[in-house]
C-alpha cells in the first residue's frame, strides 16, 4: 500500500502521516519495523539518491519479518520545479541531463511501487508540494482506483492568511495532547510566542520541545531554554530588552543576533514597530481610550467616529485588541517603563536609523547599535 499525504496545510500533513504510523506500527515495533527516510533534497543527484534508497527499503524486509512501514519526509522530489529541474546552479547542459536522470529515477520507483511492493509492507510519501501532472502521480492516482494507493491533500483553506494566535496556540496544545503531554496556557503562549504561528515550525519545534522534557509537562521556562526563535520573532529577546529599558541586555542580545547573521535592517524595523506599539498602548491608555484587565487591551465602545475609523483602519498585527493577552500584558507592562516623550524620541532614533541603513552606505550594525544606546540613554 502507497499512502501520498501532501498540501500546504503543514501541520494537517503531519497529523495525519502520525495517525497512519500509529495505526500502522505499533510504537514497540518502530525501532526494527518503520524507516524513515529525509526527502527535503536541493539537487537532482541528491533527489535520485532518496528514490532509489526509497525502492530499496520498501522492498527490503524488516527484522520482524512480514511487515515494514517506510516513510519519505518531505519529498522535495515531487514539488514543481522551473524546467523540471532540480538544481537552479546547473548549465542547460547538465540541466537537461539532471532532469533526464531524476525523471527516469521517478519511471523506476513508479514501477516498484507498482509490482515490487511486498505484502504486508506500506509506503508513505508526505510533501508539502506535489506536481500532479509528474507519471509517479499518475501511476499513484491510477493505483487509487485499484484499491493499492491513497492521496491526501491539505490545503489551507487561505495559503495567504496565517494561523492568528489563538489558532496557533490551539494547534500547539492539541498536537502535544496527541503525544500524551499537555502544555499549559501560559507554556503554550510563550511558545507561539517565540516561534510565531507556521504550522510547520509549531509541529517541528514541539517535538524538540517535548524531547527536552524528558516525560514531563514543558514549562515556560522550557521553551527558553530549547525552542528556537522563528524569523519573524528573531528579535524578540531584544524587544523585549528594549521595552524593559535593559541597555546592557539589549547591546548583547544584538551583538548575538548580528553575529547569527540577522539583517539590522529587519531589526531596526522590528524596533520601530515595538516602539510604536508601546507608544499607541500608552497614549490610549493615558486618554482613557481603552481599558486593559485581566492580560487584555480593549478600546471603549464610545469612542468618537473620528477615532473609531482610526481604530478601524489600524491593521491586526498594529491593533493592540487584535493581539494575544500574552503579548499584549508584556506591552502594557513595557509601556510603563517609559515617558511618552522617551517612546517618541526612541521611535524617531529608530526611524531616522531606518532611514540612514537604506539610503547610504554605512555600517549598518555600529548604526544600529548606536540608535539601541540612544533610545536607551
Known amino acids: ?10 501541520y494537517k500533513v503531519h497529523e495525519c502521516v502520525q495517525g497512519l504510523i500509529a495505526k500502522l506500527v505499533p510504537e514497540a515495533e518502530r525501532e526494527f519495523g518503520m524507516e ?3 526527502g527535503a533534497t536541493t539537487t537532482a543527484e541528491a ?3 532518496v528514490i532509489r534508497q526509497t525502492a530499496e527499503a520498501v522492498r527490503t524486509g524488516s527484522f520482524l519479518g512480514n511487515t515494514k512501514t517506510v516513510w519519505v519526509k518531505g519529498a522535495a522530489f515531487l514539488a514543481p520545479r522551473r524546467g523540471d529541474a532540480v538544481d537552479d546552479e546547473d548549465d542547460d547542459e547538465d540541466g537537461e541531463e539532471s532532469t533526464s536522470s531524476l525523471k527516469a529515477m521517478l519511471d523506476y520507483l513508479a514501477k516498484v511501487v507498482q509490482e515490487e511492493i511486498p505484502d504486508g509492507h506500506t509506503l508513505i510519501i508526505s510533501a508539502a508540494d506535489v506536481a ?3 507519471g509517479f502521480v499518475k501511476t499513484l492516482q491510477a493505483m487509487e482506483k485499484k484499491g493499492t494507493a491513497k492521496l491526501m491533500a491539505f490545503e489551507a483553506l487561505d495559503p495567504a492568511r496565517a494561523y492568528s494566535d489563538a489558532e496557533a496556540i490551539a494547534l500547539a496544545r492539541q498536537e502535544a495532547k496527541r503525544h500524551g503531554r499537555a502544555l499549559s496556557e501560559e507554556t503554550a503562549e510563550a511558545f507561539i510566542a517565540r516561534i510565531g504561528t507556521d504550522s510547520y515550525r509549531i509541529v517541528s519545534e514541539l517535538d524538540k520541545l517535548l524531547t527536552y522534557a524528558e516525560g514531563r509537562d514543558p514549562s ?3 521553551v527558553l531554554a530549547i525552542v528556537s526563535l522563528g524569523r519573524e520573532s528573531q528579535a524578540w529577546d531584544l524587544l523585549d530588552a528594549f521595552g524593559g529599558r535593559n541597555l546592557p541586555e539589549a547591546v548583547a542580545i544584538l551583538h548575538r543576533l548580528l553575529e547569527a547573521d540577522v539583517a539590522p535592517i529587519f531589526l531596526v524595523m522590528q524596533l520601530v514597530t515595538r516602539a510604536n506599539d508601546l507608544l499607541v498602548i500608552q497614549d490610549s491608555l493615558q486618554r482613557r481610550l481603552a481599558a486593559a484587565g485581566g492580560g487584555g487591551f480593549r478600546w471603549r465602545d464610545d469612542l468618537p467616529p473620528d477615532l473609531q ?3 478601524k483602519d489600524l491593521q491586526k498585527r498594529f491593533n493592540p485588541a487584535a493581539k494575544h493577552s500574552f503579548a499584549v500584558s ?4 513595557q509601556a510603563a517603563n517609559f515617558k511618552r516623550l522617551d517612546l517618541r524620541r526612541a521611535r524617531h532614533v529608530f526611524m531616522t536609523a531606518h532611514e540612514r541603513i537604506v539610503s547610504v552606505s554605512v555600517d549598518a550594525a555600529s548604526l544600529l547599535e548606536i540608535a539601541l ?3 536607551l540613554t
Open 1 to 10: 500500500m502507497v499512502y501520498l499525504v501532501h498540501g500546504s496545510d503543514a
Open 36 to 38: 524513515v527516510i529525509d
Open 47 to 49: 533527489a535520485s539518491g
Open 132 to 134: 500532479m501532472g509528474l
Open 220 to 222: 515556560p521556562e522550557d
Open 309 to 311: 475609523e482610526s481604530v
Open 330 to 333: 508584556k506591552l502594557i507592562k
Open 373 to 375: 544606546v540612544s533610545a
